[in-house]
């Protein structure tokens, strides 16, 4: 408006300086308007040029044709604010205050959602000291219900007046127009700092707390609120609406207030009160994880964890019970494994945590009951349910669970405890009955004919144990047999049976040539029996006597038992197809500190001579094309039985020569 103002004067000043009477001026005038008249049929909607035009009229007086091109100009477009704000400020410059009240009034009621004009006119009467007329057209405005900055511009005049009670009037119809937290807010921040009543201040905010629960506007509410009552001194209050807004708020706004009240322990409580703060804080966060992923384990796990380090116990068994509903979506026991942990972990927890045995077998049963078990199963859960049932005293169900256990869904986990149980019971025909079970079950497993052989020797029965070794070797497939005829060989030998430990040799070997059977063949002829160094006045002195009668338990006639065990080894190795150089390598290395360590030089010698030379040679290297990719060194054998491996020794020694014979004539040249 003052650029419009300081344009118009300088258009004026500037003609008025030049036109000197009164024919003169009104023609510029006349002219004037004639060009602001085309201006504005040219340019209808423009609003500046309708402002011009009411300014320029302004300053030469005429107020009537001023209002007149005003009015023109609302006829056009009256829903501009803007408009009628200089309509009524050109009324209010002029000291015409109804014709300004009147232009206000038309524009409130064109347009009353305008807050800008409501305020205009409302400044204009509380200026000109006419507050009964400011709280009347106030009241037209909160008849519109608007926005809280008309509220709050309607409370503010009554504080600036000292009207408290109307003031608090006002906020009542306000929160009942607007009962958000923003009108609750500013009505409590008015008791206690305008009208500086705590009481009704507190009594304020419950009603605030009572209007939003459940919103998640609380959370700011209940905030305020024991910032409120900290200030005032009541930590017990404000500790109770920290805790009540945390039990109440939605999830979604529960971290701005855990902040919060954590700040508030660390100034104000002690060190319980912080570490509830923390865990209430950590189960928000394992809750909201939950929500995303229910079937999250790991998560349900560290919340269980938690639970349990609080030390209570129904929040605790709420926790399991609510993560083992959360059944896996499909019959796979890669996704069963972390939930039957679950369950583990729930039965422990009853047992060790909460006292309740029984209770933890019922955690047991139904776990097992909802594993699908003709799909698969785990052993670990039937084994910890059988110790619980043990634990107990109720050995009967636990023989009942594993005999479930076998029959159901057999496994070899559960056969091995179930053994050992019987065995530590003492319950002898139970073990072999089981292990008749294990066997029919999985005959092809090594390690269940050495357990149940090794049984009945440890019993006395070395014929049962025998022939528990001769069923195993006999049968086609084993997984393992090498540990099985290991265990047989060594079964006899501890016996003292070394002329059926030889012929179980001789049996292996007929099988396989491998070179560690005949080194353990080899080892063993060298080796004495065991008791053969026990005194003749204890045990086995009868057995040592006897053997030492025998000629073929002298250390000569081993020694040469093994050393014909070495030479047929070497023998059998050699004529293999193909030839397993480094077996070869490692028989004559095993023989050769036989020899040494019995002090037979000649043997010795002898094994020496059948040693072979390393030497390295060179091969090529094919990619996955064909193609060569390369050359890499390795090193070979050459035995001395190989002679078209050899390398020409006589074209090596000639290179030889040739080469001394060049360096003498360099040296000769270098003398002359």
Not at 206 to 212: I, L, S, T
Not at 577 to 584: F, L, M, N, Q
Request: net charge neutral; hydrophobic share 40%; proline share 4%.
């Amino acid at each position: 408006m003052r650029e419009a103002r300081a344009l118009q004067e300088q258009e004026v000043k500037a003609p008025r300086q030049k036109i000197s009477d009164a024919e003169e001026l009104a023609d510029y005038r006349l002219q004037k308007r004639k060009e602001f008249e085309d201006t504005i049929r040219r340019v209808r909607w423009n609003q500046g040029a309708w402002v011009k035009y009411a300014a320029w009229e302004e300053l030469q007086g005429d107020l009537a044709r001023c209002r007149s091109v005003y009015e023109r100009a609302l006829d056009v477009n009256y829903r501009s604010p803007a408009l009628w704000q200089r309509y009524a400020e050109m009324e209010q410059r002029h000291k015409n205050v109804n014709h300004a009240r009147n232009v206000f009034d038309r524009a409130v009621s064109l347009l009353p959602r305008i807050d800008a004009l409501w305020l205009k006119f409302i400044h204009m009467e509380e200026v000109l000291g006419a507050v009964a007329n400011a709280r009347q057209v106030f009241e037209r405005w909160m008849a519109w219900e608007p926005d809280h900055h008309g509220w709050a511009a309607y409370i503010n005049l009554e504080v600036r007046h000292n009207e408290i009670d109307r003031a608090r009037a006002l906020h009542e119809r306000y929160v009942h127009v607007h009962p958000g937290p923003k009108a609750w807010l500013r009505y409590a921040k008015f008791e206690a700092q305008i009208a500086q009543d705590r009481a009704r201040c507190r009594a304020v905010y419950e009603r605030a707390v009572a209007q939003n629960e459940g919103e998640p506007s609380l959370a700011d509410i209940c905030e305020r609120f024991a910032q409120f009552e900290e200030r005032c001194g009541e930590l017990e209050r404000a500790r109770c609406i920290y805790r009540y807004a945390l039990d109440n708020v939605p999830k979604n706004r529960v971290n701005e207030l855990y902040n919060a009240y954590t700040v508030f322990e660390k100034q104000h409580g002690d060190r319980a009160g912080i570490e509830a703060v923390v865990l209430a804080k950590r189960r928000m966060t394992y809750e909201e994880q939950l929500v995303a992923n229910p079937a999250a384990y790991d998560t349900w796990f560290d919340y269980v964890r938690l639970e349990e380090e609080a030390g209570d116990v129904d929040k605790c068994r709420g926790v399991y019970e609510r993560a083992v509903a959360c059944v896996p979506p499909a019959q796979e026991k890669r996704l069963w494994r972390r939930y039957i942990y679950l369950w583990i972990k729930y039965a422990l927890f009853e047992e060790l945590d909460a006292g309740d045995s029984d209770r933890a077998r019922q955690v047991y049963d139904t776990a097992l009951r909802l594993v699908p078990h003709k799909q698969f199963t785990f052993g670990k859960l039937w084994i910890l349910a059988a110790q619980a049932d043990i634990r107990a005293g109720d050995l009967q169900a636990a023989r009942k669970r594993l005999g479930a256990a076998i029959g159901a869904c057999p496994k070899h986990k559960v056969f091995r405890f179930y053994v050992d149980l019987e065995l530590q019971l003492g319950c002898v025909d139970r073990c072999r009955a089981l292990y008749a079970k294990w066997l029919e079950f999985s005959p092809e497993t090594c390690a269940t004919w050495v357990r149940f052989a090794q049984l009945e020797r440890s019993l006395g029965e070395e014929e049962r144990g025998r022939a528990i070794f001769e069923l195993a070797v006999s049968q086609s497939v084993l997984d393992a047999p090498e540990v099985l005829w290991k265990a047989y060989i060594d079964a006899e030998i501890a016996d003292g049976q070394r002329t059926a430990a030889r012929q179980l040799y001789e049996r292996l070997l007929e099988r396989t040539q491998h070179v560690k059977v005949w080194l353990s063949f080899a080892a063993f002829e060298a080796a004495p029996l065991p008791g053969d160094a026990a005194p003749a006045g204890e045990e086995g002195g009868a057995e040592q006597q006897a053997r030492e009668e025998d000629p073929s338990e002298t250390p000569s006639a081993r020694h040469a038992a093994a050393r014909g065990v070495y030479q047929r080894a070497d023998a059998a190795l050699r004529s293999a197809e193909p030839v397993d150089k480094e077996a070869r390598v490692m028989l004559l290395e095993a023989w050769r500190s036989h020899e040494t360590a019995v002090g037979d030089s000649a043997g010795v010698q002898a094994v020496e001579q059948r040693m072979p030379k390393r030497v390295k040679r060179r091969r090529q290297i094919t990619g996955e094309s064909g193609e060569p990719a390369g050359v890499e060194e390795y090193y070979d054998y050459i035995f001395p039985e190989d002679g078209g491996d050899q390398p020409n020794l006589k074209i090596l020694e000639a290179a030889k020569r040739w080469k001394e014979q060049m360096a003498a004539r360099a040296a000769q040249q270098q003398g002359e």
